[in-house]
């Protein structure tokens, strides 16, 4: 073998490319970087076709900046429930990031600090490290390749398969593998040619691969012998054409023509253009995506989805920055229940309509019944508003701000199911969901031994808003009972709105009928404006994250002039956060801390799981208060294999609690066998706790429908307590006897 003598620790960039060859390789550079830049700039130039989006954006631009490059960095949510997924993608993003920055650096020497200023850096002790981590990246790179390609081709991930599985996705994949093997190969056959020099040892992979070469015998440039005679032992291979220098060159074409075909193509289709529009979505997330929807204008056209360019500009990166991964789609209830959603495919839908136009497409309805449409009707009234979507999400795609606007397209043209047409009449006209008269309101609290203060007649530190099913469903009236003993026991000063206490309008707001919403909150906020009080506590989760998040973004100038509006309210309400909104379990934890109420932690000693309700939960990541009250009562607390922010939604959110939907099983049925198999007591679990009206609603149903009556009781959270309440009494009782 004859070695090519290396007298510095380094290697040549270009070994064996002739100067045509090198004018000819800059030249498809230069036609690769401009095709790049063409796509990139047309992807870029579309989003501002987009609608304006109402929350800003791009705010503290640095901050976000660092903060994006901190999730994608890290991969923390792609290591959410799945660790093999998270390290096959951090080993290929890891692994592609230096490998970018390894070539980065090869350029900036050669054509920034060597061509201005002589000085070269890519030698001795820098290139040493620089080789060996590149080798174990790139290694860390092709394995992380092999892993994706063992579960999409072997294992046949479900997640990875879907309508819109395409040759694409086949493309993306095998191409990220070529260039990850070719490298390692190309630096084989360099190593080798080189002579093998000892300092290459670093780079372990590619100087594996050229002892295997040695040892195969594969030739050089040495296969011709003194006198022209072809050497015996290299005839065969020599014959055939195989050398390492020739092999070496078409390696070097190939993996050179390979990843500029990768660069060129990245901005040109989907699934490779989510390296840069991922992390474009991540730096313009909302951080309280979800839990609050766009401001409500007058002119409520802009809120709707007639056509696609009636979306906002994120709403369109949204559709270009999902990868398929399909992990909303593997947590979403309605899906798992059979309902027609699924939250990929609607994002993607939308997507694939958006370039169909841009290439010349037909329009159509974006959403409507019959088929017809981009997206069905019944596809989004299956829809939960439970954020599991958006909570699994790794690249912050915000599907209900999307949702939202076809909810609302549908109510506007009225195609809204007739049971929940109903419900917005039911409000309209008596202000609950239940179409009682608003005098009944409070009629829950006549079974008390105390009276319940009016808070529009005293001052009081808690106004506490009951709720529309804990005021007039018959099951959870005992739960509003039972936290009015707990505020009573606590010595607090609280009081009710009566019949001036309406609906609170998150539901039917993601449905949809936003003029409802805002006619439902103007009424309460200017209510409030003629009471004294401290804070505000809800029995209902989702009122609680109404006027926690979402209250305060109204502008109630906008429609104070509007003689629709039952109101003159014409301020923003709370924006400086000044009132406390309280979920009761909050509050009472803080009394329970406080000592106000007389509970020593073994009044009851039942075997209980907790359910975590969406809106306390995903929305607005408050896991624990409940659980410290359960905790509080003595109760062994076995908690759900799905739980805290992976917790399975009811069924009841998004307007599910008033639609009726072919699924099997329900969600609740599901849950509570969940809780009676899957949970470490299985069987021996007495309750199931619930902290939200609608949760005890839908769970009391799949109790009966799955057929767990004898099995399990539902409860609530403050009915233990009243119930620990009482135990301890009764033992204070019989000491005080004895």
């Given at each position: 073998m004859n070695a090519l003598a290396q007298s510095e620790v380094s290697r040549e960039t270009y070994l064996g490319i002739g100067g045509v060859e090198y004018v000819l390789f800059y030249f498809l550079v230069s036609v690769t970087l401009a095709v790049f830049a063409y796509g990139v700039y047309r992807r870029f130039s579309r989003y501002t076709e987009g609608d304006d989006d109402p929350?800003?954006?791009?705010?503290?631009?640095?901050?976000?900046?660092?903060?994006?490059?901190?999730?994608?960095?890290?991969?923390?949510?792609?290591?959410?429930?799945?660790?093999?997924?998270?390290?096959?993608?951090s080993f290929i993003l890891w692994g592609f990031l230096t490998l970018f920055i390894a070539t980065s650096i090869i350029a900036a020497e050669q054509y920034g600090t060597e061509l201005l200023l002589g000085l070269t850096f890519w030698e001795g002790d820098f290139y040493l490290t620089y080789q060996f981590i590149v080798d174990a990246m790139g290694l860390l790179f092709v394995v992380g390749i092999g892993m994706a390609l063992y579960r999409r081709?072997?294992?046949?991930?479900?997640?990875?398969?879907?309508?819109?599985?395409?040759?694409?996705?086949?493309?993306?994949?095998?191409?990220?593998?070529?260039?990850?093997?070719?490298?390692?190969?190309?630096?084989?056959?360099?190593i080798?040619?080189?002579g093998m020099p000892s300092h290459e040892v670093v780079s372990f992979v590619g100087y594996g691969l050229a002892m295997a070469f040695d040892t195969i015998g594969l030739p050089t440039t040495g296969a011709v012998l003194e006198g022209g005679a072809l050497n015996p032992d290299y005839a065969a291979v020599e014959q055939l054409g195989f050398n390492a220098e020739t092999l070496h060159w078409l390696t070097w074409w190939s993996h050179s023509l390979l990843a500029l075909f990768f660069i060129a193509w990245i901005p040109h289709a989907g699934k490779p253009f989510h390296m840069l529009s991922s992390f474009a979505n991540v730096v313009t997330r909302d951080e309280k995506a979800g839990r609050r929807l766009p401001n409500v204008p007058s002119d409520l056209d802009a809120t709707n989805a007639e056509s696609i360019d009636d979306f906002t500009w994120k709403e369109i990166l949204d559709q270009d920055a999902c990868t398929k991964c399909g992990r909303c789609s593997s947590v979403c209830p309605a899906k798992a229940s059979s309902r027609p959603l699924d939250p990929r495919d609607v994002i993607l839908d939308l997507r694939k309509y958006r370039e169909e136009l841009d290439a010349g497409g037909e329009e159509k309805p974006i959403i409507a019944d019959g088929g017809t449409s981009v997206i069905n009707t019944e596809t989004m009234e299956s829809c939960m508003a439970c954020m599991a979507c958006m909570d699994a999400c790794p690249v912050e795609i915000e599907h209900l701000q999307s949702f939202t606007r076809l909810q609302r397209q549908m109510t506007?043209?009225?195609?809204?199911?007739?049971?929940?047409?109903?419900?917005?009449?039911?409000?309209?006209?008596?202000?609950?969901?239940?179409?009682?008269?608003?005098?009944?309101?409070?009629?829950?609290?006549?079974?008390l031994e105390f009276d319940v203060p009016d808070a529009r007649e005293e001052e009081v530190d808690y106004l506490w808003y009951v709720g529309d099913f804990p005021s007039y469903d018959e099951r959870n009236k005992q739960v509003a009972r039972s936290l009015a003993t707990i505020l009573k026991e606590a010595d607090v000063s609280f009081g009710i709105l009566f019949d001036d206490e309406k609906y609170d309008g998150n539901d039917i707001r993601r449905v949809g009928e936003e003029l409802l919403y805002v006619e439902l909150a103007g009424h309460h906020v200017e209510t409030w404006e003629d009471c004294e009080f401290d804070n505000i506590v809800?029995?209902?989760?989702?009122?609680?994250?109404?006027?926690?998040?979402?209250?305060?973004?109204?502008?109630?100038?906008?429609?104070?002039?509007?003689?629709?509006?039952?109101?003159?309210?014409?301020?923003?309400?709370?924006?400086?956060?000044?009132?406390?909104?309280?979920?009761?379990?909050?509050a009472v934890e803080e009394l329970v801390n406080e000592g106000k109420l007389d509970l020593n932690g073994t009044e009851l000693d039942y075997t209980v799981t907790y359910h975590d309700p969406c809106h306390l939960g995903r929305y607005n990541d408050e896991y624990e208060a409940p659980r410290e009250l359960i905790r509080a009562t003595g109760c062994?607390?076995?908690?759900?294999?799905?739980?805290?922010?992976?917790?399975?939604?009811?069924?009841?959110?998004?307007?599910?609690?008033?639609?009726?939907?072919?699924?099997?099983?329900?969600?609740?049925?599901?849950?509570?066998?969940?809780?009676?198999?899957?949970?470490?007591?299985?069987?021996?679990?007495?309750?199931?706790?619930?902290?939200c009206p609608m949760c005890m609603t839908m769970y009391e149903d799949g109790r009966k429908t799955g057929g767990y009556e004898d099995e399990i009781e539902i409860v609530d959270v403050a009915?233990?307590?009243?119930?620990?309440?009482?135990?301890?009494?009764?033992?204070?009782?019989?000491?005080?006897?004895?």
């Open positions: 929350f800003d954006r791009i705010d503290e631009l640095p901050g976000r900046i660092v903060s994006a490059a901190k999730i994608v960095v890290t991969n923390e949510k792609q290591f959410n429930r799945d660790l093999y997924g998270g390290l096959m993608h081709y072997w294992v046949q991930n479900h997640r990875l398969w879907g309508r819109h599985t395409s040759n694409e996705d086949d493309v993306f994949i095998w191409t990220l593998f070529g260039l990850g093997v070719g490298g390692f190969l190309l630096e084989g056959f360099r080798y040619i080189s506007d043209q009225g195609d809204v199911s007739p049971s929940m047409q109903d419900v917005f009449q039911n409000v309209m006209q008596n202000g609950n969901t239940f179409g009682d008269s608003p005098r009944n309101r409070g009629d829950w609290s006549d079974d809800c029995t209902d989760p989702h009122s609680y994250n109404t006027f926690k998040n979402e209250y305060p973004e109204l502008n109630f100038d906008e429609f104070a002039d509007d003689p629709m509006m039952p109101f003159e309210y014409d301020e923003q309400w709370n924006d400086d956060g000044e009132i406390e909104v309280y979920h009761w379990t909050q062994e607390l076995d908690e759900m294999p799905r739980n805290r922010d992976n917790s399975f939604c009811c069924g009841g959110g998004g307007g599910g609690l008033w639609m009726d939907f072919e699924e099997e099983p329900k969600p609740s049925e599901e849950r509570i066998r969940e809780a009676l198999e899957d949970t470490d007591a299985g069987r021996g679990v007495e309750k199931f706790v619930v902290a009915e233990l307590i009243v119930e620990a309440i009482g135990a301890e009494e009764e033992a204070d009782l019989e000491i005080a006897a004895d």
